[in-house]
């Protein structure tokens, strides 16, 4: 079965270094997005990105995050100068339009920054 | 505003049934959908409702009520492997976003 992956699984990082997440996500999908985690709390929406633009974005999503699909496969996120408070899991998922849109999740970065 | 509201944990044993409730307020809606999180993995989506009543799906259920802004997970003939977080998450209408619950932990006692 087709999935969500997503890589590297655990990046440690200091505190002011740019950090860039990568994310394959299933081949047929059209919508993607990026959710963050932090430990212990609810899965919060980040950002959404359609026909190579952002269709949406959280408040979270400021202007040290930036999403990117460099070629046809990958899908990237990336924190330009990572805070304390950017330690996080970082979840990829996609879907495709129909059967309510359903988002598939990838099994998720562990961002630790120093 | 946007709110969901799920219990934080739950505990029930081996070979039970357990509900577990949802209630949301949502500025739109467009659809509910339910995942399964074991510690430190990715969600895995469980069932999804956009109509009013009941979707099985082998051991698992999920109930809608539009009206109501309230949303029910089953879980039947609950197994070890059953203990997890549950997330109830929201679409709302005119976005593809998903607003999600902080999710009910789940511990299946033998």
């Known amino acids: 079965e087709p999935e969500v992956t997503q890589t590297p699984s655990h990046q440690v990082t200091q505190m002011g270094q740019e950090v860039i997440l990568r994310c394959v996500p299933i081949?047929?999908?059209?919508?993607f997005y990026w959710y963050r985690q932090i430990l212990g709390q609810k899965v919060e929406f980040l950002v959404s990105?359609?026909?190579?633009?952002?269709?949406?974005k959280s408040e979270i999503f400021d202007d040290q995050f930036s999403v990117e699909r460099p070629d046809g496969s990958n899908f990237t996120l990336k924190i330009r100068s990572t805070k304390l408070e950017d330690s996080a899991m970082y979840f990829c998922?996609?879907?495709?339009?129909?059967?309510?849109?359903?988002?598939?999740f990838g099994p998720g970065t562990r961002l630790t920054v120093l | 505003g946007q709110n969901i509201d799920q219990p934080t944990e739950m505990t029930a044993t081996e070979g039970a049934i357990v509900q577990i409730n949802c209630t949301y307020q949502?500025?739109?809606?467009?659809?509910l959908f339910w995942y399964q999180q074991h510690a430190g993995e990715a969600p895995t989506f469980l069932s999804y409702?956009?109509?009013?009543g009941l979707e099985e799906k082998g051991r698992f259920s999920s109930f809608l009520s539009r009206s109501k802004g309230y949303s029910y997970l089953l879980l039947k003939e609950l197994q070890m492997k059953d203990s997890a977080s549950y997330l109830c998450?929201?679409?709302?209408?005119?976005?593809?976003?998903?607003?999600f619950g902080t999710g009910t932990r789940l511990k299946v006692l033998a």
């Open positions: 998922a996609s879907s495709v339009p129909g059967a309510g849109n359903t988002q598939y």
């Open positions: 998450a929201v679409r709302d209408e005119g976005t593809y976003k998903y607003i």
């Open positions: 081949s047929n999908h059209l919508y």
């Open positions: 409702n956009v109509l009013d």
């Open positions: 949502t500025s739109g809606f467009n659809g």
């Open positions: 990105f359609y026909n190579n633009e952002i269709s949406e």
